[in-house]
């Protein structure tokens, strides 16, 4: 991000949440799970898929992970029972990583049972990188033990990934790649634009070769031309591959992949732990930064 951006950023970081909360809302369904299933069956309706993810991470107690586990739960109940086409993203430190990793592990492990008996499929989102081997070393022992309705992320920018993906082709991995959000040293990611999206497309070739189900989850037209050149290269079905955007953002792109007949899940985010998340995006969109500014100077 330029420099000017991030001091942008830092002084947003100041404004009070109420201000944030209704330019925050653009990006997420509302705060509770009825939100959800609204934007969802609108989606739906329009020829969409959704995945859906409860909001929250780095819980510090057992009970949060619980908890966070229990609404995980009512989402997949409720993705049945309201016939929606949309499947559920989970973070791991929401269930209890980072405080024991045997905790995050029996959360998920529960989660993916659940999921199994509902005929549903959960992603496992990638964080920031000091929990990158314990996510997919995690993947890989629930593969291990028979799940197969669980899929995770890879990062382009991460030095690592080539290697991951090697590991992943092996396991024939169910994978969504993105660029990567988090703020990492030199040492372990690309910071060059280019050479990002130069990753980006040598491990979405290297995941559509070895015929590993890929989510192309970005909204880079560069990205999504490249992705539709190998995809056509390769005569790959529909089957083999799907488009992901976030809630929110490029609605334009969105419609246009849309139109040429191609599988599009939207990444809906749902409730009260919002905060975080907003700033995250507002990181990759100068233009809200200006909107959270101009909200700073108007009179409450
Ligand atoms: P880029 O950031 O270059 O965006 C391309 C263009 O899209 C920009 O020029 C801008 O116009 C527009 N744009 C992008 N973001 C915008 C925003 N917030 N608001 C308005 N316009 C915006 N990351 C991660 O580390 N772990 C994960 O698990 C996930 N999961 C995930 C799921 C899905 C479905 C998506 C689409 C993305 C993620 N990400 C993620 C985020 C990802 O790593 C990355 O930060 C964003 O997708 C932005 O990168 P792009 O590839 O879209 O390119």
Redesign the pocket.
Known sequence: MHSINQLMLSAFRRVPKRLVKPIAMR?IAGEGLEDAVRVVRGLNARGMMA?IDVLGEDVSAMEESEQAREACARVLKTIQEERLNANL?IKLTQFGLKIDETLGYENVNKILQIARDRRNFVRI???DSSITGSTLDLYERLRSEGFDNVGV?I?AYLRRSEEDVRKLIRVRANV?I?????VEPETIAFKD?EEIRRNYLKLLRMLLEARCFL?I????EF?VKGAFQFIREMDLPQSAYEF???Y???AKLRDQILAKGRRM?I?VPFGTHWYSYSMR??Q??P??VRYLLQALLVKN
């Not at 993105?178 to 988090?182: D, L, N, R």
């Not at 989850?217 to 880079?220: E, K, L, N, Y």
């Open positions: 990006y995945t993203s989102d990638m964080e992320v990062q969504r993105v660029k990567g959000i988090y634009r989510a989850a970005t909204h880079d990205l992901q955007m976030l929110g953002v490029r899940r990444y995006r507002f990759e969109n233009q809200m």
